[in-house]
């Protein structure tokens, strides 16, 4: 049973914005905190940006100033806005709850940023 659905991934320039949705099941929105998080080639997963029920937002330090996170309660979905892309972006990019848990892993939508 698919629980979260991650798009609007793509190939970007470097200095260029995308926006990340995550559409979830009422069930696993209902969860208090979501986060996005993303798996470079060879690195390890990591978190990015999560965000309350109530709207309280949190982001790491390398997307800090760039990233926005926000998400739609009617809409169970949680979104990513990404400005002033870096080539250091470059991942595929996932929506899970925080902290994350196993069955809740999508296929993630890959993120290219060009120099």
């Known amino acids: 049973q698919v629980q979260l659905v991650e798009s609007g991934g793509g190939l970007v320039q470097a200095g260029g914005s995308l926006r990340l949705s995550c559409a979830a099941s009422?069930?696993?929105?209902?969860?208090?905190?979501m986060g996005w998080y993303r798996q470079a080639p060879g690195k390890q997963r990591e978190l990015v940006a999560a965000?309350?029920?109530?709207?309280?937002?949190s982001y790491a330090d390398s997307v800090k100033g760039r990233f926005t996170i926000s998400r739609d309660n009617a809409k169970n979905t949680v979104y990513l806005q990404m400005n002033s892309l870096k080539p250091e972006d470059t991942a595929v990019y996932y929506c899970?709850?925080?902290?994350?848990?196993?069955?809740?892993w999508g296929q993630g939508t890959q993120v290219t940023v060009s120099s």
């Open positions: 965000i309350t029920a109530g709207g309280t937002t």
């Open positions: 009422r069930r696993v929105f209902g969860i208090n905190t």
């Open positions: 899970n709850a925080f902290p994350a848990r196993d069955q809740y």
